[in-house]
């Protein structure tokens, strides 16, 4: 029996999926502590039927902006399977991502093998597996929509496309702001056709008008507050100025090569320099959004994971014409007898370099990065044991945990966008856990109005230290719970 | 009158009349949607109504704590137009740029009329101009830069029409509304002058210009020696788009499309050359003066009316697309007309404004000095009528620096000694404060510079207080 391209296509499919859930079913918490604001979400949506549009508990209360609509989805797997559910489909979707750069690759190459190589690549770029592996996050089905509105693109002379272009540039700004991403894209598209010579068919020209339209009108009417309080801010999401350049600290090639890959990397670059060479504009759009992801991160606008995510996924579909080209090119060597042995030579390459790193890290992020059930107590604690109306400081990333596990508000958490101040609540606040003199640090309590305070064992080793440094007088600072090197800090003065 | 005029007038009033049904309900709109215990929108208006009452004074005693005024002819016209009709202040301060908004829109109709814009064309630069952000924001709020563009326009009418002699005198008339709109229509008169190679009329009026010189006793005004907006450059930009946050900005959908009809322009290549620089020296003139945006909103309604039109005409592939694309456009500028006429219906003051104003009024001395950020200085001034350290008119202000210099020690000290040789300086009896000072546009800390001082010291009383406002009296 012949196996169909089809059927390597859904097996790398089942691979992927299978690899994801494995890792993801390991454990019932998430690992990345922005995904208990996500579960929030889900639960509030499951219940009330609606998302919530002011956050109570994030920094005191604040607005939330856009629809979140991967939450709406994952809401309706939540209520029927629950959190079971919620890990499933949120693979399922990610997973689904290797169907769309498989039928782009094959549109831009016509060749099966290229193409099924990029779909494996694709499901497999390190940074990718790392940033999306056992969380909630809205990149899930950002990632895959963005895709699949590029291949609409290409095909759309085609009704069926068309329309699914239009409903797909109506979703996308409706989830995410990086569909202004997407639009500045479209225009570098335009302009590389522009300088290439290459006459554009009428619809795209007229796509590109709509998409970046619309964009800008949703983009506006969702985030104007957002512009008008924090101004253009909003671009960099309202992230303090420490934590961007941090992100960006100690960056260098090596380990960019490394997150998105050697194969996705290598190829990616020769299928680019033949696209060019060939004028093939289907490519073009690709490279446009990869130019546009560099030139985003270099202008630092972009988080450096998500731009590397794109920068790697688009990568391993332009990578197709390189796997082509090369295949291509050993035929007509002396090479071409061992076709076979390179193809498979290619496939173990991928594994060493891919799947493998991707695996080591998965490991690396379920047992690390993920909650454990010793670290949920204090949540519980604090949710059983503290007043409705308590105000919690933890460490940055684990105030979506006070919000979304606790259920009390935080000091602050991830969430920045609307925040008035970011860059001084981030100083000042952080500074609580290294503060000295106690009569600084009560001055911050009584500003953010502090009742308790937890330092969990990442908050002490990240800032090296063993207890808070003013928190020996006993009449202010009561310690209400111990438990290893996690502990909560009642205010009492 | 015989046939053929009326038949002509009856296809001119055809288009003209819902164009301007749209622009009385459209700047209606603000006023309409505003709470009715409220009057006028901003300071500046509340200033121009308060000069009107004596409008050929040349000294006003409660701004800068006293000062010249240099002349302006807007609360002359304010008053006589008050005085015409039989209304009040307040209510002429909201009637007169409704009509010179109306006025405003027949002249760009009759000139791009003049310029031979096909019909279509001309309609939608007319209907984009009138549900612009900028055009219902000047015609809505009582300013100085209404007349200088009515009379801008006019004269561009009359210089079409071969009328130089009347035209020069009226664009002349444009000085007595203030510099900066002078030399604002000056620099689109000499692009017009250029282009049409009419320099004779240009050297007449830098003629009667030199001979304003030895008018001028006063000297040269005070430079401002500080930035009187936040910021930089990321607040202009977020100043010159409606849908960032400009009150007075552009939408992006008009620049969008402005973008399409810039293309189209491009055809004729150099042609068009005069379009061009205009609006590349009213971009350039916006970054020393925010309101050049006003002027630049007529050549923006033109470029997105021939960006529509190309749009509409040109080839389109998919007719789901192009409907698409023609929604979105309506919605984006519709949007942005919403938002705009939302912004002007909530703007300040509020009713805590007017009623802490009411207070200070009824319960402080005539010559009381009251202190606030300079942005409230024309409330202080208006509302209050009672004396401001300093104000929005900095234009030959006394010691101006000096007084910002002040001004921001006073603000920003935790210095009691600092402060108080400040309060003697000025003889401030009071200190008004509102939300949006202590939310970013002077402290970002309850217990920052003088919020910190008004608490902690025994020299300030807490004299009044509400949702919005604190008023502190200067006691020790």
């Not at chain 2, 990321?234 to 552009?250: A, D, K, V, Y």
């Not at chain 2, 009672?386 to 620096?401: G, H, I, Q, W």
């Not at chain 2, 009896?429 to 608490?455: A, C, H, P, S």
């Amino acid at each position: 029996m012949k196996i169909k391209t089809f059927d390597i296509v859904f097996l790398i499919f089942l691979f992927v999926f299978v690899f994801r859930l494995f890792f993801s079913l390991q454990t019932a918490q998430f690992s990345d502590y922005d995904s208990y604001y996500g579960l929030r979400q889900i639960e509030y949506i499951a219940e009330h039927g609606s998302h919530i549009t002011y956050d109570e508990l994030s920094y005191g209360g604040r607005d939330v902006l856009g629809i979140p609509l991967l939450f709406y989805i994952l809401a309706l797997f939540e209520s029927l399977l629950g959190t079971y559910g919620l890990k499933i489909a949120s693979v399922l979707i990610i997973s689904s991502l290797i169907f769309i750069t498989y039928i782009i690759a094959k549109r831009i190459t016509e060749n099966e093998i290229a193409s099924i190589l990029a779909a494996l690549c694709s499901g497999f770029i390190p940074i990718f597996v790392f940033k999306t592996l056992n969380n909630i996050t809205p990149y899930s089905i950002v990632y895959p929509v963005i895709f699949l509105l590029i291949y609409s693109f290409y095909r759309i002379e085609e009704r069926f496309y068309l329309i699914m272009f239009i409903a797909l540039a109506f979703l996308l700004p409706l989830m995410h702001p990086i569909a202004f991403l997407v639009a500045f894209s479209l225009v570098i598209y335009s302009i590389l056709c522009y300088v290439e010579n290459i006459e554009e068919n009428g619809t795209k020209k007229d796509a590109v008008l709509l998409f970046i339209l619309v964009t800008f009108l949703i983009g506006f009417l969702f985030y104007k507050k957002a512009f008008s309080v924090i101004g253009l801010s909003v671009i960099w999401q309202n992230i303090p100025a420490k934590i961007l350049s941090e992100s960006f600290k100690g960056i260098n090639v090596f380990d960019m090569i490394i997150n998105i890959g050697i194969v996705p990397l290598l190829f990616g670059v020769l299928g680019t320099y033949f696209a060019i060479k060939n004028k093939n504009k289907d490519v073009f759009l690709l490279i446009s959004l990869c130019i546009t992801g560099i030139i985003l991160l270099i202008t630092r606008l972009l988080d450096f994971s998500t731009g590397l995510v794109l920068l790697g996924i688009t990568l391993s579909i332009i990578a197709a014409v390189g796997f082509d080209k090369f295949l291509k090119y050993i035929t007509i060597t002396k090479l071409s007898r061992h076709i076979n042995t390179i193809k498979f030579s290619l496939i173990i390459f991928i594994i060493i370099t891919l799947i493998l790193p991707s695996m080591i890290g998965a490991v690396g992020i379920i047992k690390e990065s993920t909650l454990t059930d010793n670290e949920i107590i204090p949540f519980l604690w604090i949710k059983n044991n503290t007043a409705l109306s308590s105000t919690v400081l933890a460490d940055l990333d684990e105030g979506n945990l006070i919000t979304g596990m606790a259920n009390r508000k935080s000091v602050f958490d991830t969430n920045f966008l609307l925040v008035k101040n970011s860059d001084k609540i981030f100083e000042e606040a952080t500074s609580l856990f290294t503060a000295e003199s106690e009569i600084k640090a009560l001055e911050l309590i009584t500003k953010y109005d502090i009742d308790y305070i937890y330092l969990s064992e990442n908050t002490k080793n990240k800032y090296n230290i063993k207890e808070l440094k003013y928190g020996m007088d006993e009449k202010c600072f009561e310690k209400v719970f111990k438990d290893g090197p996690r502990e909560i800090i009642k205010i009492v003065c | 009158m015989d046939q053929e005029k009326l038949s002509r007038l009856y296809a001119e009033g055809k288009t003209l009349l819902p164009l301007l049904i749209i622009v009385i309900i459209v700047l209606s709109m603000p006023y309409y949607f505003r709470d009715k215990s409220l009057s006028l929108i901003g300071g500046e208006s509340y200033n121009y109504a308060r000069l009107a009452e004596n409008p050929l004074k040349n000294y006003d005693e409660l701004s800068y704590g006293g000062r010249f005024l240099v002349f302006n002819a807007y609360p002359l016209i304010l008053s006589l137009f008050s005085r015409a009709l039989n209304i009040d202040l307040m209510d002429a301060s909201k009637t007169l740029p409704i009509i010179l908004g109306i006025m405003a829109l027949m002249l760009f109709y009759f000139i791009l009329k003049k310029l031979e814009t096909d019909k279509l064309t001309l309609f939608l630069a007319c209907l984009i101009l009138a549900i612009s952000p900028p055009f219902v924001y000047m015609f809505t709020v009582s300013n100085t830069y209404i007349i200088p563009i009515i009379l801008a326009l006019l004269s561009f009418l009359l210089l079409l029409h071969d009328k130089k002699t009347i035209a020069y005198p009226v664009f002349f008339a444009t000085i007595f509304f203030g510099i900066a709109p002078f030399l604002i229509s000056l620099a689109l008169l000499t692009i017009y002058s250029v282009k049409t190679k009419s320099y004779k009329g240009l050297y007449l009026l830098l003629l009667v210009l030199l001979l304003l010189i030895p008018i001028i006793k006063l000297g040269l005004p005070e430079f401002i020696g500080f930035d009187n907006l936040p910021e930089g450059i990321n607040f202009r930009m977020q100043t010159f788009i409606s849908e960032l946050g400009g009150e007075i900005g552009l939408s992006i959908f008009a620049i969008l499309l402005s973008l399409f009809g810039l293309k189209q322009l491009w055809h004729g290549k150099y042609e068009h050359i005069a379009v061009y620089i205009a609006i590349a020296t009213l971009m350039i003139a916006y970054f020393f003066e925010i309101r050049s945006l006003l002027y630049l909103n007529f050549f923006i309604s033109m470029l997105a009316a021939i960006g529509i039109v190309r749009l509409l005409y040109q080839k389109w592939d998919s007719v789901i697309i192009n409907l698409i694309i023609g929604v979105i456009l309506i919605l984006g500028l519709i949007s942005s007309i919403i938002f705009t006429i939302g912004t002007l219906a909530n703007a300040l003051p509020n009713k805590d404004v007017i009623d802490s104003f009411a207070y200070l009024n009824r319960e402080s001395k005539e010559n009381a000095v009251v202190f606030s950020y300079y942005v409230k200085g024309q409330w202080i001034s208006s509302l209050g009528k009672r004396k401001n350290v300093m104000d929005e008119n900095f234009f030959y202000a006394p010691s101006l620096n000096e007084r910002y210099n002040d001004s921001e020690t006073l603000l920003h000290t935790k210095d009691i000694n600092a402060a108080e040789s400040i309060i003697n300086k000025y003889k401030i009896k009071y200190i008004w404060i509102d939300n949006t000072m202590k939310n970013g546009q002077v402290w970002n800390e309850n217990d920052e510079g003088l919020l910190f001082l008004l608490r902690a010291s025994n020299k300030f009383k807490r004299d009044y207080v509400n949702d919005y406002i604190e008023i502190w009296k200067v006691v020790g």
